[in-house]
Nanobody
Framework: VQLVESGGGLVQAGGCLRLSCAASERTFNNYGMGWFRQAPGKEREFVATINWNGGSTYYADSVKGRFTISRDNAMNTVYLQMNSLKPEDTAVYYC??????????????????WGQGTEVTVSS
């Protein structure tokens, strides 16, 4: 059971990136998924979540209107489109899968499976 993130990198403020999270098993299509991030010296924080069929999403206030979470269950992949990036968005971004719940979740404890993380650096 694996989640593999990709798409991180270095971008200037105001730029955009799209993160991808590929799941190794089709069963993840039945679960809610989320994106979290962790900046150096800070706790892991919620960014965005999506339910099993993409019909429900929820965002942290800090990214609302700039980030969009989506999923393609045919590809076993969840995406995070990040626009209008700010230096404070700099962090390691982690993809997570519930493993047991179809809905959305904003807490770390809502998720049983985690990717290895992909680093996003936004320069000013």
């Amino acid at each position: 059971v694996q989640l593999v993130e990709s798409g991180g990198g270095l971008v200037q403020a105001g730029g955009c990136l799209r993160l991808s999270c590929a799941a190794s098993e089709r069963t993840f299509n039945n679960y809610g998924m989320g994106w979290f991030r962790q900046a150096p010296g800070k706790e892991r924080e919620f960014v965005a979540t999506i339910n099993w069929n993409g019909g429900s999403t929820y965002y942290a206030d800090s990214v609302k209107g700039r980030f969009t979470i989506s999923r393609d269950n045919a590809m076993n992949t969840v995406y995070l489109q990040m626009n209008s990036l700010k230096p404070e968005d700099t962090a390691v971004y982690y993809c997570a899968a519930s493993g047991y719940y179809r809905g959305i979740g904003t807490m770390v404890r809502d998720y049983s499976y985690w990717g290895q993380g992909t680093e996003v650096t936004v320069s000013s």
